[in-house]
């Protein structure tokens, strides 16, 4: 088994920002040479999240939407009274900070809709967000 690892770098502008980065992760498994296994993005950030869904530009605002209604800003949480980005970090609880996609023919296994989203949480930042791939 062949581990190659690299880093894709995610800048951003706003508090609550999504970003498609399906093109990023392909050029890593492209470069990694590997044809045959699985392939992880890891968020360093604990106020960030990536995820899989659809690119369509309705249903990424609802999501951003929906994630600042169900965890909305300056609720009262605990953890304001050091950072107060406390929604922040409860979204990225929900959201979780990786996902694991097989790998076959040298291509990623996603669904013919699906992409994979950074989703900022507490921008702007620089992010660095690490993709693994495994296999042969």
């Not at 990694?32 to 993005?41: M, R």
């Not at 609880?93 to 507490?122: A, C």
Request: glycine share 10%; net charge negative.
């Amino acid at each position: 088994m062949v581990l190659k690892r690299d880093t894709v770098n995610v800048n951003t502008s706003q508090r609550v920002e999504i970003h498609d980065i399906t093109q990023d992760v392909e050029a890593v498994l492209k470069n990694s040479g590997i044809s045959e296994g699985l392939l992880n993005v890891y968020s360093h950030h604990s106020t960030s999240g990536v995820v899989i869904n659809e690119n369509e530009s309705g249903l990424v605002k609802d999501f951003q939407l929906a994630l600042q209604k169900l965890v909305p800003e300056g609720a009262g949480y605990q953890h304001d009274r050091i950072d107060n980005n406390a929604d922040s970090h409860i979204r990225g609880f929900l959201l979780g900070g990786s996902e694991t996609i097989p790998v076959e023919d040298g291509r990623l296994m996603l669904g013919t809709w699906q992409s994979i989203f950074f989703v900022e949480l507490d921008g702007p930042r620089q992010r660095k967000l690490t993709v693994t791939v495994m296999g042969e």
